[in-house]
């Protein structure tokens, strides 16, 4: 049995915390909200798949120095949060915990060397979903594979990250670990980039992108400028430009009903991964020495949208629940 720290009790804090408990692993949660904690101690997590209720009872921490030292760490707080859990993570953590991210977007890793050594930190990305339902439940809405690789690549994989993989797949999600993440992050933020910003400046849902032609050409103008930039920096993602845009496509029909995170955290007044998304691919532009408007247009617009102003065109918009994507 392996000690596992989930940081963050969302939707995926509650998928992963559920089911590595029934897999028979110590799971600790970090909160860093005394109100919140003691409910979830209070009254445990909920996780529903499909039909089926699954309980768990992991304990919940606000003070990290009450953690024993664990073997693994998942983050799994929005991107923008990753500054905050710096000093708590500093106190997690061993010299010997392995730091798994599975956050959005590009950048998030180099804030959480701030607190681990870099060679114990993992970056991921996971096609699984779940929607917040309330503080204690969430239901599981769609899976599929998870794949982890080292902050900085390499040539061969440690023992600690195969034995982490092979947690994850006891608990019935299907993992691997490759020597270079950076394709899969990256082809995961083409992805996002088509849709979050879009939906967050217009109040659609993910599959009424594709019913308007002025959107459709937004995603098509937005990721083919990152796929240029992507290209002109050496990234290889193993598809051609048509190959992305049938992929966002795809993603749309099938998330048709779903609010994006950054739709939610928009219509909830709270700050957006938008820096990490959109702004991930200006500063590689930038690194590079070329132009990418569209995206900077994008990362700006978002940036805009002020609270206040925000909470005025909310009340002309339908009531959509806080879920997760």
Same mark, same amino acid.
């Given at each position: 049995?392996?000690? +596992?720290?989930?940081?963050?009790?969302?939707?995926?804090?509650?998928?992963?915390?559920?089911?590595?408990?029934?897999?028979? $692993?110590?799971?600790?949660?970090?909160?860093?909200?005394?109100?919140?904690?003691?409910?979830?101690?209070?009254?445990?997590?909920?996780? =529903?798949?499909?039909?089926?209720?699954?309980?768990?009872?992991?304990?919940?921490?606000?003070?990290?120095?009450?953690?024993?030292?664990?073997?693994?760490?998942?983050?799994?707080?929005?991107?923008? !949060?990753?500054?905050?859990?710096?000093?708590?993570?500093?106190?997690?953590?061993?010299?010997?915990?392995?730091?798994?991210?599975? $956050?959005?977007?590009?950048?998030?890793?180099?804030?959480?060397?701030?607190?681990?050594?870099?060679?114990? +930190?993992?970056?991921?990305? %996971? %096609?699984?979903?779940?929607?917040? +339902?309330?503080?204690?439940?969430?239901?599981?809405?769609?899976?599929?594979?998870?794949?982890?690789?080292?902050? *900085?690549?390499?040539?061969?994989?440690?023992?600690?990250?195969?034995? @982490?993989?092979?947690?994850?797949?006891?608990a019935g999600f299907e993992t691997k670990a490759v020597c270079d993440i950076y394709p899969h992050l990256w082809k995961k933020l083409l992805i996002n980039i088509?849709?979050?910003? =879009?939906?967050?400046?217009?109040?659609?849902?993910?599959?009424?992108?594709?019913?308007?032609? $002025?959107?459709?050409?937004? !995603?098509?103008?937005?990721?083919?400028?990152?796929?240029?930039?992507?290209?002109?920096?050496?990234?290889? =993602?193993? *598809?051609?430009?048509?190959?992305?845009?049938?992929?966002?496509? !795809?993603?749309?029909?099938?998330?048709?009903?779903?609010?994006?995170?950054?739709?939610?955290?928009?219509?909830?007044?709270?700050?957006?991964?938008?820096? @990490? *998304?959109?702004?991930?691919?200006?500063?590689?532009?930038?690194?590079?020495?070329?132009?990418?408007? +569209?995206?900077?247009? @994008?990362?700006? =617009?978002?940036? @805009?949208?002020?609270?206040?102003?925000?909470? $005025?065109?909310?009340?002309?918009?339908?009531?959509?629940?806080?879920?997760?994507?």
């Amino acid at each position: 049995m392996s000690h +596992i720290v989930v940081v963050g009790p969302g939707a995926l804090g509650i998928l992963f915390s559920v089911r590595l408990s029934k897999a028979g $692993q110590r799971v600790s949660i970090f909160d860093y909200r005394p109100d919140r904690a003691e409910y979830l101690n209070e009254f445990g997590l909920k996780l =529903l798949e499909g039909q089926e209720e699954v309980w768990a009872n992991p304990v919940v921490f606000v003070d990290p120095t009450e953690i024993d030292a664990p073997d693994f760490v998942m983050v799994l707080v929005k991107a923008h !949060q990753t500054e905050g859990v710096v000093r708590e993570l500093k106190a997690i953590c061993s010299e010997q915990t392995l730091v798994v991210s599975l $956050q959005n977007g590009i950048g998030a890793g180099e804030i959480l060397k701030k607190a681990v050594d870099e060679k114990n +930190i993992f970056l991921g990305t %996971t %096609t699984h979903g779940a929607n917040k +339902i309330s503080w204690n439940q969430a239901r599981h809405a769609g899976a599929g594979p998870t794949v982890l690789g080292p902050l *900085m690549p390499q040539e061969r994989l440690s023992e600690r990250i195969d034995r @982490f993989v092979q947690i994850l797949c006891d608990a019935g999600f299907e993992t691997k670990a490759v020597c270079d993440i950076y394709p899969h992050l990256w082809k995961k933020l083409l992805i996002n980039i088509a849709i979050n910003p =879009l939906t967050a400046l217009t109040g659609l849902k993910n599959g009424m992108l594709l019913e308007h032609v $002025q959107t459709l050409r937004l !995603q098509e103008m937005v990721l083919k400028e990152a796929f240029t930039v992507l290209c002109a920096s050496g990234v290889d =993602l193993g *598809m051609d430009l048509d190959g992305c845009m049938a992929l966002v496509k !795809q993603v749309c029909e099938a998330t048709g009903e779903n609010v994006s995170s950054m739709l939610q955290d928009r219509l909830n007044c709270r700050e957006t991964e938008i820096d @990490f *998304m959109t702004g991930a691919v200006l500063n590689k532009a930038r690194e590079i020495g070329i132009e990418a408007p +569209i995206n900077e247009m @994008f990362t700006n =617009l978002i940036r @805009f949208n002020s609270k206040t102003k925000w909470q $005025q065109f909310r009340k002309r918009l339908p009531e959509y629940p806080d879920n997760a994507l």
